[in-house]
């Protein structure tokens, strides 16, 4: 199947609200919730993808020719490109019939390891939806990362048990997810965490537990405070809070407090690997990407996840040997034309 096939599948199978549009930029579905447009104005979508597109990346290629190393070693394993699939959830309601949560992750899970790296799963009031999710890390040798929201801490620490028994190779939490109106009046809702709860969730377990929704250095020093192992710079896809700014604008502060201390993924907006060449040169180590995988996903089901991450992965190696980086520790801000 071709990128070009996976996409126009997706445009037939993808509910009224994704018009799978060639450039997910937030234009079209710009407030579209349900749907995977953003909170408010619908400006923090536009602007995650608009401000990476500002950014040039600086040619040269005098320099000894090596062949192009694109692996990264994460969770004490190795992964063919720094790139992970994105946590989303709620599918039916956000993109139509075709896939539930569950049936979504089945295919995500097992496309992104086949591709040679992994994916973040989401977490829903239903607790199906989590342990769905589980099942299919369990089937994919542990390969892929759940992501539980912030309900209250006991419970918080039973799911990360649970996750320990699938095998999974570390966990998330998205603290972000406090902010959403659609988990605050159930019975178990979400909450925002202190430092001391966010240790004791971390101290639980032997799993790398990463903290999804930073946007300031003072919420990644905190992060750091409570023992994570890494956090991801996000703004939820614009999807919590209106106005705050573009991820990237906030990476480079934040990987100057945090950078080599922590892992840093990143996510929002970055679409092609050229954008994660990008945020690789302002200090992240691995990126997520969100939306489209689901563009992939409906389109071409674990296949569809397999070749979009094969052509990130290879417009990443590209862009690679067009500046004079042959691994991923080469690269540099030098290689950035800002
Ligand atoms: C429809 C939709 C549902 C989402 N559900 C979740 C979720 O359940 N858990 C989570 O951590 N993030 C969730 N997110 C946020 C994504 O994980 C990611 O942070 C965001 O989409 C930004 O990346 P992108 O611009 O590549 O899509 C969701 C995003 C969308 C669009």
Redesign the pocket.
Known sequence: MTYQEIMENARKNMGGFCNACKECNGVVCKTKIPG?GAKGTGEV?QR?YAKLQEIKINLDTIFEDEPVDTSVELFGKKFRYPVFA?????MKL?YGEMHDDITYNVELVAGCKDAGIAAFT??GINPQVYGGALQSIKAAGGIGVP?IKPWDVELVKEKIRQAEEADAMAVAT?ID?SGLALLKNVPTPVSPKSVAELREITQSTKLPVIV?GIMTVRGALKALEAGAYGIVI?N??G?VLDQTPATVEVLPAIAQAVGGRMKIFI????RTGLDVFKVLALGADAV?????YVTAVYGGGAEGAVVYTQKVGIELAETMAMTGANKLSDINKEMLYL
């Open positions: 995977p979508f995650n994105a946590p989303i959830g709620a956000h989401g977490d992501t998205d997810a999804k996000s939820h896809g999807r996510d929002g907006g970055i997520l990407i969100g939306r489209p």
